[in-house]
């Protein structure tokens, strides 16, 4: 069942998480109808067991809805998978990955699999470019960075989203990608402080080599950061890997939608 004509399209947006996926039902101005709600991620996780998790976390909201936003991790181009890092993995993240899963995934159409599973219409983007659309100014070249599972990043000039660049899988320190070196595994081990000077290092790092006009820092690890980043650095809410959903529709500057319809 759609939404009664006259009060605006719902849409359902999904977070998926390397080791959650969340999800909510947004009203036509962006404001959620209810309480997020959320499901581990399964492992392994081969794209049809992906999709049937997301078509639970639908039901679980007990909403009606009329379109999809879904925030996928990885490299994602017109809602197709080129790579993602956590899914292709035996035993959840930082694990052994499969070259079944990683054959399963690559080319995936994650984004024509989720329409016909929902039966609305559907568009996918890389995570931490949803959660930018929520949070950008649409001021000059802003970057957005989310600290989760692992890092994610997203570019955006003047408010129109540039080309993917996958930062997490580049060497970071001590032979390991910002992925291995940020992500809740490290938090965890060395704790919030050392971590937050891990992290700031890597923004210190990175701050001469994309010359920010701004930088947002959201994610759930965002919340555990201690110091001061920076007159520069703006420190988001995990809120907004959900909210950026209504944007990728309402905005034609987004690159979730396919080329001709933009």
């Known amino acids: ?9 719902r849409t359902l947006t999904v977070d998926c998480g390397g080791t959650g ?26 794209p049809d067991v992906l999709v049937n998790t997301v078509v639970s976390l639908a039901r679980n909201t007990g909403e009606d809805f009329d379109r999809v936003s879904v925030g996928f991790p990885g490299m994602v181009r017109l809602g197709v998978v080129y790579a993602t890092p956590h899914y292709v993995t035996e035993a959840g993240p930082f694990t052994r990955p499969r070259p079944d899963l990683v054959r399963q995934w690559s080319g995936y159409d994650i984004q024509a699999a989720l329409e016909g599973a929902l039966g609305r219409p559907t568009r996918v983007l890389n995570d931490a470019e949803i959660a930018g659309l929520a949070v950008i100014e649409s001021k000059g070249f802003e970057v957005v960075l989310t600290l989760g599972t692992g890092l994610g990043c997203a570019l955006f000039d003047d408010g129109r989203l540039l080309p993917k660049v996958e930062l997490s899988q580049a060497p970071f320190r001590k032979g390991q990608t910002y992925d291995q070196q940020l992500g809740h595994h490290s938090r965890k081990k060395l704790g919030n402080r050392r971590w937050s000077r891990r992290v700031t290092r890597a923004i210190n790092g990175l701050r001469p080599v994309l010359y920010w006009d701004q930088l947002y820092v959201g994610g759930g690890g965002a919340k555990h950061l201690h110091g001061d980043l920076g007159p520069d650095v ?14 990728l529709w309402n905005d034609a500057g987004s690159r979730g939608r396919r080329i001709e319809e933009i």
């Open 21 to 46: 996926l969340k999800a909510t039902v947004l009203d036509a101005a962006g404001e959620p109808v209810h309480e997020r709600v959320r499901l581990r991620t399964p492992y392994p996780c081969p």
């Open 1 to 9: 069942m759609t939404t009664p004509a006259g009060h605006g399209p």
């Open 234 to 247: 703006t420190i988001v809410g995990n809120k907004y890997g959900l909210l950026g959903g209504i944007r």
